[in-house]
């Protein structure tokens, strides 16, 4: 049944299936499902929820589980029944996990075999939730109560219809942040947010319906669930599922299944442009790189440039809690101006502003807002705690910014990761950079730590955690030298601390929490 207005999420899904039946939807472990093969599968899989386990329109089915064709199946499953799709980080520490959990309250948690076993052992903490459903667990994997097979679900379950009382403002995806400061929150998007999003995604990117996205950044980033999947459904595209972002794992895919896309965090990028294997593969199929999450270092950027030449590269800007990619950079202004976010896309509305809510003037420094249009309705079970950010018809991000006389705009960095040192502030992103530009240094991140003793009057220090190229040898003073020639004295670091590697998450944000 084709859909004149595709009012709801799971719509985009079903016009999909009808339009295009034999075209690939998703591959997986080397092998091709087209959208009539998994909407089989799908319905079964609904099925099975509404009827044995009674999800229906509005419950929450928690996908606690790696990259993997069930993740797909389960969450159009979850929104076909008009319920909430939440998809959970599996990398987060323990007492996390049992937050978020409890904090989704869901009908079901779905987990798999190689889901880590921190969560097995959160589910018995959160006593509202009533089944388990396990995808291909082997022998030796941690008993779970009120168990059910997947593999039953697909094969037996009557295949379900769409729900046909889905509205626009309900709830469709909930995803909690982070958590690389204080607990996680959980950000509730519509099934009227996401189609904006998932507009802008397509508007930014000039996705296509010929397009073969790779998905191998964790399926509970918004990037994943918020804009690939929804987005490739949108247009009857395929997506390539990849189990980790491993570059050897990625460039296997890329070659094998000829991805046009390549979507995933500035510190993949990082280790991929780094890579000896990346130099011989052929990747010529890949039309479209593009990063976000974090600050990409110039360097890398004109890395990607010189081994892609012709593939656009485009750095796009978002949070979880504004609904949709905010800002892009287009590949035309990479070279020119590799360390902007780019402008606001159409119906994206900002302002930065001073300490005091005004305004500043273009080029100066102050925290980026959206209006309230652009941003999500509440957090799950906390109506209250997004409205300490909003002031007036503007929501403030706690991330600062400027615009330049261009319109372009730039981030340098959190509110939280600003260093005040003898009474001057210290960006530790603007330190970042510049530690980022030695040839030496693989990765850096910069914190602020409390002066003691001699230097107590200083307020805090500049403190630098920095991991060599492999192979190479660095030493405290090369990394004052060379910060000392390019930056005023306070801004250069007092300490400097050598690692093996940085503390992330699974989304590949460093956890600056572990770096004190």
């Avoid at 003898?422 to 530790?428: E, W």
Wanted: charged share 25%; aromatic share 8%; proline share 6%.
């Amino acid at each position: 049944m084709y859909r004149s207005h595709l009012e709801h999420i799971a719509a985009y899904w079903d016009n999909s299936v009808a339009k295009f039946p034999q075209s690939p939807a998703v591959i997986w472990d080397g092998r091709s499902h087209t959208y009539a093969e998994l909407d089989d599968q799908i319905r079964r899989v609904a099925g099975y929820l509404s009827d044995e386990l009674g999800v229906g329109r509005g419950d929450r089915v928690a996908i606690a589980m790696p990259n993997c064709l069930e993740c797909i199946t389960l969450y159009w499953a979850t929104l076909k029944l008009g319920g909430v799709a939440a998809p959970v980080n599996v990398r987060l520490r323990d007492e996390e996990l049992q937050f978020v959990l409890k904090n989704i309250g869901p009908k079901v948690v779905c987990v798999h075999g190689e889901t880590p076993e921190p969560v097995f052992e959160a589910i018995p903490t959160c006593k509202d939730i009533g089944s388990v459903v396990c995808v291909q667990m082997p022998e030796g994997t941690p008993e779970v109560e009120r168990a059910h097979d997947y593999a039953d679900a697909a094969a037996h379950g009557a295949p379900a219809v769409t729900c046909g009382d889905i509205q626009p403002g309900d709830v469709a995806v909930l995803l909690h942040t982070s958590g690389t400061t204080g607990e996680p929150k959980g950000a509730m998007m519509t099934h009227e947010t996401l189609h904006f999003n998932v507009k802008n995604a397509i508007f930014s990117h000039s996705f296509r319906h010929e397009d073969v996205h790779l998905l191998v950044i964790p399926f509970s980033a918004p990037t994943a669930s918020y804009s690939l999947l929804a987005g490739a459904a949108y247009l009857g595209s395929c997506v390539c599922v990849g189990l980790k972002p491993d570059v050897g794992h990625i460039i296997s895919l890329i070659e094998t299944h000829r991805c046009t896309t390549f979507i995933g965090v500035p510190t993949l990028f990082h280790l991929f442009v780094n890579d000896p294997r990346a130099k011989d593969a052929e990747l010529e199929c890949l039309r479209l790189i593009a990063y976000s999450g974090s600050p990409m270092p110039v360097r890398t950027i004109e890395q990607l440039r010189e081994r892609f030449h012709g593939i656009a590269l485009h750095n796009f800007f978002g949070l979880t809690e504004t609904i949709s990619i905010t800002h892009v950079l287009p590949s035309i202004d990479a070279s020119e101006r590799p360390d902007s976010i780019g402008k606001p896309l159409p119906e994206i509305y900002t302002r930065i502003i001073d300490e005091d809510g005004n305004e500043v003037p273009r080029g100066e420094i102050g925290e980026l807002c959206f209006h309230r249009s652009n941003v999500i309705p509440g957090y799950w079970n906390r109506p209250d705690l997004l409205d300490e950010s909003i002031e007036g018809e503007w929501f403030r991000t706690g991330d600062y910014a400027r615009v330049d006389d261009d319109g372009f705009f730039y981030v340098h960095g959190r509110k939280k990761d600003m260093i005040i040192v003898a009474g001057q502030n210290v960006y530790a992103l603007e330190v970042e950079k510049i530690i980022y530009t030695h040839p030496k240094v693989r990765e850096a991140a910069v914190i602020g730590v409390q002066a003691t003793g001699v230097r107590a009057a200083l307020g805090e220090l500049v403190k630098a955690v920095v991991v060599a190229q492999p192979g190479e040898e660095l030493a405290e003073l090369e990394i004052k030298r060379h910060c000392s020639a390019h930056l005023p004295s306070y801004k250069v670091p007092q300490i400097v601390e050598f690692r093996d590697e940085l503390p992330r998450n699974a989304a590949g944000k460093v956890l600056k929490r572990d770096l004190s």
